[in-house]
């Protein structure tokens, strides 16, 4: 079997000296696919985003990108090796425009960045058209698309979405969902964390459900929709 585009294989840790909160995790993404991380609160899904984006200690496991391992490697230095991650609060410069955000998000970029722009605006006509305006007076799902896309503007290898669709309503939801459907369909490794799990299941390549820091379920997303016990357990029957 070939290995995925990016994993992060048997990850176990936590945050500084406190116990951990990940026991052999187990994640992976290839290009062109969705895969999701779902489970009960506390279960350790965000954590589990944030060991693959090197913000916490992995005492054992590794993560490899692009059959690079990467485990030693500051966030930022991921973002250089093409980790895109879009966090689930604070990810948008309130005060910037719209554009400006964006802009912000190539900042490691040294060549013309104005077509990667154009994608953004076309993926998000929201966007374009509320350029000019601070991305804080936006509504939720008008900012969570400033913060994908800004994370776009990297032109990353994979794209990290850690909730996106937290305090939406369930029609931008659905919205953000095709968005994100779009940009796997360009060939980019999409892996997000949420909460939604019955919907995020239904667009899901690949799926992970994680209990107390560890893999419960894996399969593609149809299978665990099928699955009794994880609908009943995880999706309410």
Do not use: W
Not at 57 to 83: C, E, Y
Not at 157 to 180: Q, Y
């Amino acid at each position: 079997m070939t290995q995925p585009f990016l994993i992060g294989d048997q990850m176990t840790g936590g945050y500084g000296r406190g116990p951990d909160i990940l026991h052999g995790c187990t994640i992976a993404v290839n290009p062109g696919e969705i895969a999701v991380i779902v489970g009960p609160n506390g279960a350790g899904k965000s954590t589990a985003m944030k060991a693959l984006f090197g913000m916490l200690d992995v005492r054992s496991g590794q993560v490899l990108l692009d059959g690079q391992d990467i485990s030693a490697l500051s966030p930022q230095d991921r973002v250089r090796q093409g980790m895109g991650f879009v966090p689930q609060v604070n990810n948008i410069f309130p005060s910037m425009s719209v554009e400006e955000n964006l802009e912000m998000g190539a900042f490691i970029r040294t060549d013309d960045i104005s077509g990667t722009m154009e994608q953004v605006y076309t993926l998000f006509p929201i966007l374009k058209d509320k350029r000019r305006q601070a991305a804080g007076e936006l509504s939720g799902g008008q900012r969570q698309q400033v913060a994908v896309g800004r994370a776009l503007m990297t032109k990353p290898k994979v794209l990290m979405l850690d909730e996106p669709t937290a305090g939406v309503s369930p029609i931008v939801m659905d919205e953000l969902f095709d968005r994100i459907i779009e940009v796997a369909r360009t060939g980019l490794p999409v892996l997000m964390v949420e909460q939604n799990a019955r919907q995020a299941l239904e667009i899901a390549d690949r799926a992970y459900v994680l209990v107390q820091g560890a893999n419960a379920h894996t399969g593609t997303g149809k299978e665990l929709l099928a699955d009794p016990e994880v609908r009943r357990s995880f999706l309410g029957g």
